[in-house]
């Protein structure tokens, strides 16, 4: 499976933006996703994941009540809804497709992860 993220961008504080990840190749509706970042010089780190349904979710307690993990399953999507966006949220982020078929759980590691996309870049402005 193949995957482009999109809707990065340079935004003020305070700001929203809406990052959207397309699959293909292949369904992913019966795998979770997740979405990660990266900021330089750091590592990689969870930020939303969502399972197979949707049903349930996870975020990182740096992002819980901000951000909103989504997905479509007719249009192979899962998208990360960032409201009241810090300095701090500046990062490359990626999405990711999960391991397992029809895991209840949204994961959180890494590991739990096998494909992923090549990132779109966010930065926050004081």
């Known amino acids: 499976v193949q995957l482009q993220a999109s809707g990065g961008g340079l935004v003020q504080a305070g700001r929203s933006l809406r990052l959207s990840c397309r699959a293909s190749?292949?369904?992913?509706?019966?795998?979770?996703m997740g979405w990660f970042r990266q900021a330089p010089g750091k590592e990689r780190e969870f930020v939303a994941s969502?399972?197979?349904?949707?049903?349930?979710?996870k975020y990182a307690d740096s992002v819980k009540g901000r951000f909103t993990i989504s997905r479509d399953n007719r249009k192979n999507t899962v998208d990360l809804q960032m409201n009241s966006l810090k300095p701090e949220d500046t990062a490359d982020y990626y999405c990711?497709?999960?391991?397992?078929?029809?895991?209840?759980?949204?994961?959180?590691?890494?590991?739990?992860?096998?494909?992923w996309g090549q990132g779109t870049q966010v930065t926050v402005s004081s």
């Open positions: 190749g292949r369904s992913v509706g019966g795998l979770g």
């Open positions: 969502i399972n197979w349904s949707g049903g349930n979710t």
């Open positions: 990711a497709v999960g391991r397992i078929i029809y895991d209840l759980l949204p994961r959180t590691g890494a590991a739990d992860f096998d494909s």
